[in-house]
């Protein structure tokens, strides 16, 4: 990584709207042309017993949403400010090409319906590719024996990149499962991640460390919001598991940027919320996903069932059960990831006292519309 020389530093916020917004265009534009694609090649999702949807509907959409993040990556690359996350770095490259390696597998996948370890081979091949081009965790702080930072070296900082990348993969494979769900996720994630690391490029003017995490998150954000017009509820198109699976790499991709190189030990060692940011952070943007993977897992794991086989009691599936309606259930996700999410990234920007004030009471309303339609049978009876 580099240095700027401080007098060249301008705050590139701007140049991110731009490339999201660029992203945005790009996606929504391709959606339509893939959506004919994925009928012509009979990429095509057929209501099964555990899904929500009752008609043939067509996926590939990762493949839109791909375009949309090459587009947003062109375009940074051609920006002078923005150039400086291409040249001091190659995580931009390395997600490109973990992406193309991701989709790659997904599309076969949407069309052909691979089996789960031929995906599991492909979500390590592309998590691989990141270690490959250096994106990987280096520095973790541990909490124990009075605070420390732990260096990991290449071959436990490539295992621990491996891994979250998958873990969020899958998350993000499984939390899809209504319309626009993984899409809104997707897009609150990459815009806290983005917003955490802008935040850092104040806090260390002149630092080009955090050009490439904001540009990973601001490329996907815009992507993700291009997508959702054709994907709310009712969706004209799903993104498969090329989506899902491209959303999940390029959240591990930019949280591990964003943390997983930080210097942890050049901050106060009296500043527990300092030291402890990025994984807060990283812990708050991918909670949903993970908790809902982690769920899926214990329960099908009780019955003696495979991890990866597919049920309909998701954390979606249930407000569904509880009486929300599939739009509801969405935006009551999206409030849940976006109260965590923000309220994380609010932590390391704000005074902590206020924001943890203003967090509790976002969680207190969320609990509460969550719970409207079990307090209204309540009420009836």
């Known amino acids: 990584m580099g240095q700027l020389p401080a007098s060249s530093f301008v705050l590139p916020v701007r140049e991110y709207v731009l490339v999201g917004l660029t992203a945005a265009v790009v996606t929504f534009l391709l959606t339509g042309l893939v959506r004919l694609l994925a009928f012509r090649i009979g990429a095509v999702a ?7 949807h009752v008609k043939p509907m067509p996926r590939m959409g990762g493949l839109a949403i791909y375009g949309g993040v090459l587009g947003g990556m062109l375009l940074a690359h051609q ?11 190659n995580d931009p490259i390395g997600v490109i090409i973990a992406g ?5 597998v997904g599309v076969i996948d949407d069309r052909f319906e691979l089996d789960s370890l031929t995906k599991l081979a492909g979500q390590v091949t592309a998590a691989g590719i990141l ?42 494979n499984f939390v899809d499962g209504l319309d626009g769900l993984a899409a809104g996720i997707g897009l ?57 699976m491209l959303i999940g790499l390029m959240l591990a991709a ?54 990866f086989s597919a049920d309909k009691m998701h954390l979606h599936h249930r407000l569904l059960e509880i009486g929300h309606s599939q739009r509801r259930a969405v935006l009551l996700i999206y409030l849940w990831a976006g109260v965590l999410a923000f309220g ?28 409207v339609p079990r307090l209204r049978e309540a009420r009836k009876s």
């Open 344 to 371: 994380a990234v609010a932590l390391t920007l704000f005074d902590p006292a206020i924001v943890v004030t203003f967090l509790v009471i976002g969680l207190i309303v969320a609990v509460f519309v969550s719970a």
């Open 188 to 244: 609150i994630a990459a815009t806290a991640t983005c917003a955490f690391s802008i935040g850092l490029l104040v806090q260390a003017e002149g630092s080009v460390d955090a050009y490439p995490p904001a540009l990973i998150a601001a490329a996907l954000a815009g992507a993700c919001l291009g997508f959702l017009p054709h994907n709310f509820n009712p969706a004209r198109i799903f993104m498969g598991d090329s989506g899902s």
């Open 100 to 104: 193309g390696v991701i989709v790659l």
């Open 46 to 52: 057929y209501p099964r017993q555990r899904d929500v």
């Open 79 to 89: 920006l002078p400010v923005l150039r400086a996350a291409f040249d001091f770095s």
């Open 131 to 172: 270690v490959l081009f250096g994106l990987q965790w280096m520095i973790a702080w541990v909490p124990w024996g009075g605070g420390a930072t732990l260096s990991l070296d290449q071959n436990q900082g490539a295992l621990l990149t491996v891994l979250l990348a998958v873990t969020m993969i899958n998350a993000m």
């Open 254 to 307: 930019a949280t591990t940027s964003a943390s997983g190189k930080m210097n942890v030990g050049s901050r106060d060692a009296s500043d527990l919320l300092g030291l402890l940011s990025p994984l807060i952070v990283v812990a708050a943007v991918l909670f949903v996903p993970l908790l809902d993977l982690l769920m899926a897992v214990i329960r099908r794991t009780a019955r003696g069932e495979s991890p």
